[in-house]
């Protein structure tokens, strides 16, 4: 029972400042369209980048599980050698 008490205080004092900063108006979004030419460029994002770094980061992690799979196969490949040798 005294733990359930510590973990309400404990909520308690975390949920505190989440309801503090609900309180705090956000600003409104506009009431119109705003077209995509209108949006400051800091506020932009080069996709280019973003896309060609997913795709980069991908195949480098597939490489290296092709990699990584080939390496093990090799492996069993010569243990099992080595085993067929012994048996005979």
């Known amino acids: 029972m005294r733990l359930l008490r510590v973990w309400a205080v404990l909520i308690?004092?975390?949920a505190m400042p989440a309801m503090a900063l609900a309180k705090v108006?956000?600003?409104q979004p506009p009431k119109e369209f705003v077209p995509v030419d209108e949006v400051p460029p800091g506020e932009?994002?080069?996709a280019i980048n973003l896309v060609a770094?997913?795709?980069g980061?991908?195949?480098?992690v597939m490489l290296g599980y092709v990699w990584s799979i080939a390496r093990r196969l090799h492996t069993v490949e010569a243990e099992l050698t080595n085993l067929e040798s012994k048996q005979r």
Request: aromatic letters at 18%.
């Open 57 to 60: 980061f991908v195949w480098v």
């Open 44 to 46: 932009q994002i080069p």
């Open 25 to 27: 108006e956000q600003p």
């Open 12 to 14: 308690a004092l975390l």
């Open 53 to 55: 770094a997913a795709y």
